[in-house]
Every structure is written in C-alpha cells, then in structure tokens.
C-alpha cells in the first residue's frame, strides 16, 4: 500500500479535495454541537430574518438558525448516502463477484439481467419505492433500501470487469492448476485485489446518492428531520431562495471533492500511473 499513498500524495487536487471534503464533513458534525442555537427550537419572532451577527445566514420560516441546520441537514444526507452506499457496494460486490467468477452461460444472463437494471428509470422506481413503502416504516430506512436498489448495478459492472481480468492472472492460473477452488480464488487472490476499484466506485457514486436523496427530499418523500433537500424544499415553499443556493453550494463541494478524490484514487491504484508522473512531481516521492 505504501506506493499507492506516495503516488496518492502527489496528487494535489486530490489532496485539496480531501481536506475539502474533511472540512465539510467536520461542520456538519461540530456545527450543531457547538452552536448556541437549538436547531429544533421554534421562534416565530426570529422568522424569516436575514444574515446577521447573530445568525450568519439568517433565518427560516419557524425562526431556526439556517446555518446550523445546514449542518444537520448536510450530517442526515450524508449518512443517509453512505448507509445506501454500503448496502449498494455489498449487492454489487456479491453479484459481479459471481458473474466474473462463474462465467459460461450464467454470467451472460446475469449481464443480460443487469443491462435491464440500466435501462429501468431508477429514479422513477425509486420515489415509487419510497412513496409506497414510507408509509409501513421508518422513511430513513425506506429511504437507504430504495437508494441501494437503484445504485448497485455500476459496482456490480466494474468488480465483474476487474474479477474477469484477474482470473486471467499468473498467480491466479497457478493456484487454480495447483487446485484452488473458486471460493479460495475469491477469498485470497481475487477478492482483495477488487478493492481499488470498489473502493473508486464508492467515490464515484456518493455525490450521486446524496444528490438523489436531496431531490427525493426536496419532492417531500424525505425525512420529517433536517436533511439538505427538504430545507431546500422549506427555502422554495417559504419564498426563500437563499436557502437552495446554500444547498447547491453544499452539494457542489461534496460532488466535486468526491470526484477528484476518485479520480486520485484511481492514478494512485495504477501502477503504471508512477511513469506518467511528471518530474515536477516525481520528486515528492522521495
């Protein structure tokens, strides 16, 4: 792993990105816990007020401190994500996983089978989900089971790709003459050596999950609680437009950290990557 924290490190965007998205995710944690204001209070004297000392960025219509429920809003959305995230990368894992490692005639039709996934319209399918099925449950669960139907299937795609590739390997070829079976294969050869590429597809797919989660939000399908899409929702219903300029800059930063993040990850995880360095880099290595 050491060489692909030296090449990781060389890559300044990713470092910023990084730090940019550790900072982000620091103020939605300490914001709510060090502020003086209660996010849940209601203040009908305070409604509606603009920036001021006291509140940064003013306040919404029940009189709460927008600041600070951005923060919680932001902290909803992004364990919501990542919650989706896991259980999504454990589908998408599992599945590609069998396909690529099976191959023949059932890793065609699970192919066949996930090239329909794709052509489904996953949005649709997921406010369907969270309509029907929020009304028997916890919306935050409902919430994270939607998300991860929609978002396995890319995960599910590249770890068949990479499962594919490594079977063609020398060292797998020689455990297999040696006679390895497929769970070993998986267990010790293949299996740890996907986890580069889970771990970009991890990257790649969270801004969207918390975009998405913002706009199922944002449709009132969301959490009752603080989440960045239904106080965008509140900002639009109450006239204050502010508030959805507040989200889409919370929302920017995350997807743009996220991606450079990934696309780091993914120089730093190729070996071939270190060549390419330039020299103005390369010498960070040392």
């Known amino acids: 792993m050491r060489p692909v924290f030296r090449r990781f490190r060389t890559n300044r965007p990713a470092l910023v990105s990084m730090a940019g998205l550790g900072t982000l995710v620091a103020f939605c944690i300490l914001a709510p816990i060090l502020s003086s204001h209660d996010p849940y209070a209601l203040d009908f004297t305070q409604q509606k007020h603009g920036p001021s000392g ?34 999504a990368a454990v589908i998408g894992v599992l599945y590609g996983s069998i396909a690529g490692l099976v191959g023949g005639r059932i890793d065609n039709v699970m192919m066949r089978v996930l090239d329909g996934a794709f052509a489904l319209p996953r ?23 939607g998300l991860a139907i929609v978002s396995w299937m890319t995960t599910a795609r590249l770890v068949r790709g990479e499962v594919v590739r490594l079977k063609q390997t020398e060292y797998v070829n020689a455990a297999r003459s040696l006679g390895a079976k497929r769970l070993h294969l998986l ?25 998405t989660e913002a706009l199922v939000s944002a449709l009132g399908l969301g959490p009752s609680a603080a989440t960045w899409g239904n106080i965008a929702w509140l900002g639009i219903q109450e006239g204050q437009l502010s508030h959805v300029v507040y989200v889409s ?14 696309d780091g990850l993914q120089e730093a995880l ?6 390419a360095i330039p020299e103005s880099r390369r010498g960070l290595l040392a």
């Open 123 to 145: 949005f649709a399918i997921l406010v369907s989900l969270v309509a029907v099925l929020g009304r028997h449950g916890s919306t935050y669960s409902t919430l994270v089971f």
């Open 54 to 87: 006291e509140h940064w960025l003013g306040t919404d219509f029940f009189g709460r401190d927008v600041l600070v429920r951005l923060a919680l809003g932001g902290r909803a959305s992004m364990l919501i994500a990542v919650a989706a995230l896991a259980v």
């Open 249 to 262: 800059m919370g929302l920017a930063i995350f997807a743009i950290c996220a991606n450079f993040i990934a």
């Open 270 to 275: 190729d070996p071939r990557a270190e060549q």
């Open 187 to 211: 267990r010790k050869h293949i299996g740890p050596s996907t986890f580069g590429i889970v771990t970009i597809a991890v990257f790649l797919e969270l801004p969207g999950l918390v975009l």
